[in-house]
Each structure stands twice: as C-alpha cells, then as structure tokens.
C-alpha cells in the first residue's frame, strides 16, 4: 500500500480520483455528506428509473467521460440521440439547429444572419483562445457579431447563466462553448447528444462498485466538518467527533466550502486563501416535472426574454425514450440565481406556480393538470464566475496546507464544468498524488 488518502466530495470528481488512485495502490476513504453519490448529477427516482436533479447531457466531445466509460464496459449504456434547439424570443419559438434555420431567424436583418454565422465560423476556427481571455465577452460580441446579434441571441443568454455578472464574463470562456458545441456537431446537420439509460446513476454506481472492489471505503451521510494537521504534516479530518489521520487529503467540495473546513477564522492569510476567497458562486434554481403532456417539439429551449423567470425550458424526452420513464413526459425549467435571490427562500409550491404561469405564456397549450410530479431542487454551488482575470485566481491543485489537494470545478477554464472536466480533474489529482 502506497499511502492512506481520503477524498472529501463523493461527486465526479471524488468519485474518480478514489478510482484511479485505489487502482495505483494507494488505500482510499471517500466522505459524502450526501445520502448518495454524484454531487450536482446526483439522482432520484421518477416514474421508476433515475434522473438527475439537474438537467444533464454528454457532447461527442466529453473524451474523458466517454474513455471511462469504455473502461467501466458502460459503452453499451451510453446512448446518442438527436438533439433539437429552440429561441424563444419576442413571443415566438424559432427553431435553432441548422446553418438554414440561422438564415431563417427572422428577430434578424438578413445582413446579421450572415454576421451571426461568420462569428460562429470564426470562433468555431480559432485554435488560440488564449487571446480571449482578457476581452469581455459582451464587448467582443457588439464589436464583432454587431448590436442586433449581441443584443438578441447572446446577451440574453449571458445574463441568464451569470446575472448580474454578464458584462463581466471573459470571451475565452464563451469561446469554449461555441468550440466545443460545433465541434460536437462533427459533419452532422443535427448535433448528437449522449445520455445513459438508467441516467448518470449508472456511472456513480460503477465508480462505486469499482471502489468498493478494489478496498476502498465509501461513506455516505457523512460530513466532514475540519481539516487541520499534525506536527508530522499528517492530515486530520473530523467527522462527528471522531478524528482520521490520513498522509494525504484531496477535497472536492466548492471552494468556499473548502475555505470553511481548512481556513479557521480567517487566521491565515495566505495568497492561496485569498484566490480561493475572490472565487464567486451562483445558485442553481431548478423545477424538474412530469406529465402527460408532450408541451413541445424541441429539446431544448433558451428563453431569450429576460423578463422570464427562467433561462432555460428542456424536454427531457424529447432527447431520450420516454418509455423508460413509463410513457411520462419529463421536463427542466432552469435558472442561475445569487445566494441572497428571493428564489432560495420561496416556497417551492409557490416557485412552481410562478414559473408554470411563464411557461403557459410560452406555451398557451400547456396544461397544469396533467403534471404527475413536481420537484423543485435548490442547489448552492453551480457555476463559479469566469470573468476576464479569473485566470490569475484560479486555485492550484496542490494547497498552502502541506498534503492537502483541491481539485474542483473552479479549476476549469477556459472549458465549461461539467462531468466529463470533473473525470479530467479527478484523473489530474491522482496523477499528482501517484507522481
Ligand atoms: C444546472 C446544471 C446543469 C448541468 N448540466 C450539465 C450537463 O449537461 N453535462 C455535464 O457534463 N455537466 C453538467 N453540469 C455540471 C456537472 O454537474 C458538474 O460539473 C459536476 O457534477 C461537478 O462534479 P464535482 O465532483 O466536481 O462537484 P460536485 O458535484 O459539486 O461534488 C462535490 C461533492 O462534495 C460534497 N460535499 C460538500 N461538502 C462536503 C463536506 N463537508 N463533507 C463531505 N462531502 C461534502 C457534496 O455533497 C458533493 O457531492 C451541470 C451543472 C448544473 C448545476
């Protein structure tokens, strides 16, 4: 045995450094405050099969989640469906899959259609992001994609991922989200999107059976509340009242939970801590439903009018079979909101009830009757704000506190987070660990 470690997070990025590591050698104990596994793509049951409480879906281009599920033998779980996209803007639905369906937006003069496309074309091109970093997505979009562009296709959508925040959001990360969307799409006309039957589950499920098969230990329901160590650089982690000594500790909770169980009182003011410190989150609002009614043909859906409670309506089986969730039709209703936005203390039923009244203004035939399930999931740690100098506060794997490791999702830039990036982390932390 190689050394003792314990992983603090049983989300993707836990889960798959207790994986590899346990796979190195090394003796592994995983803490979960949770009562299950998978984080922000954890699970729970609707009409019989698992789904995530966050919408979810897999891009041709997610190499590391896609190589581990090779490994795990899942491939034959990981299924590719066509998507379809819808703007919803100015009262209307417009279909937005295809280079045709952008010549057809009729929100645009025929010249910023043209204009709209060369900007993807470029952007979709551009090899050195790094370029974009210090430019603000805002600006460079009215520079280049021109006021009409900006104003109705991407500024809704900065505002509705970042808030507040919008102006502030560096090209670098948009960049990313062009590239990596196009080049999904490979010579398709219509992306291809992955999905596992049985939902993100499968995977927790194997990471864990896996873990378990190789001795490693995995505690669900259990929250670490400190970190300190020893005079021996050892590594104490405290649960309940019990303390662990481990030669190594890798934490994958969000940043500012991380600052709580290592930083008391603030004492130490070193610059790790104060990278950690500028870091920003924002909540996740999310209402999944169920329902008899297929409300609309699309998958997914950007609501492109700011004076929509959400930023975002998908029809979950729409992309997958809906057989598997017994005939129901399932569907998200998504926003990015601060920690202090009313949202987070409203009641859920009356959250539901505000959102479904916009939802009918979309769709005048959507019918609140026929809903056979309703569950509304706040989440506090969704996205982190990836502003023009973000790249100078991201946070390095290895801490100012000796044998203890971050590997979270604010180390990921200038990619979006998501599963497939928290594998990648998760990967890079036991590469560091096992060195
Ligand atoms: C709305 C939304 C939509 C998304 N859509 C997609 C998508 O379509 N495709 C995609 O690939 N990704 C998507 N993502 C992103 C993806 O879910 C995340 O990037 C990924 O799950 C992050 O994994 P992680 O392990 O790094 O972090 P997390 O999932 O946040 O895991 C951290 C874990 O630490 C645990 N924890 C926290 N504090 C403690 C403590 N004190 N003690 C013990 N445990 C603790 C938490 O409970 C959690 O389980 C989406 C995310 C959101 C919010």
Redesign the pocket.
Known sequence: MKGRIAI????????TAAYYLLKHGYSVDL????ND??????SFIIHGMPI?V??????KT?IF?INLAKELNLENKLKWFKSSTAIYYNNHLYSFNTTKDLLRFTPLPFIDRLRAGLVILFLKQLKNWKILTKKKAIDWLYKWAGKNVTEVIWKPLLVGKFGEYYQTISMAWLWSRVYNRSHSRQFRVNELLGYFEGGFKVLAISLEQNIRNLNGNIFVN????KISTTSTNLVKIYVGDRVHIYDKVIV???SD?FIT?AYDNNANKSVYLSKLQKIKYLG?I?ILFSSTQNISNYYWHNINDISLPFLVFINHTQLVPREWYSGKYVYYL?K?VPHDHEYFTMRDDDLALLWFRSLKKIFPNFDQSLIQTIKVFK?K???HIVDCSYEEIIPEYNTDIPNVYL???TQ?FPE???????IR??INIAKIINY
Do not use: C, M
């Open positions: 603090i997070g049983g989300g993707f990025t836990g889960l803490f979960e405050k949770a596994l998978g984080g922000l793509a954890s995530e966050s919408y979810h879906h897999i891009f997610d989640l259990t929250q670490v509340n994958t909770t969000p939970v169980l996740a999310i998504g990015y989440l740690y969704a996205q590997a979270n999702f990921i979006d987070r998501g599963v497939n990036f928290a982390e998760g």
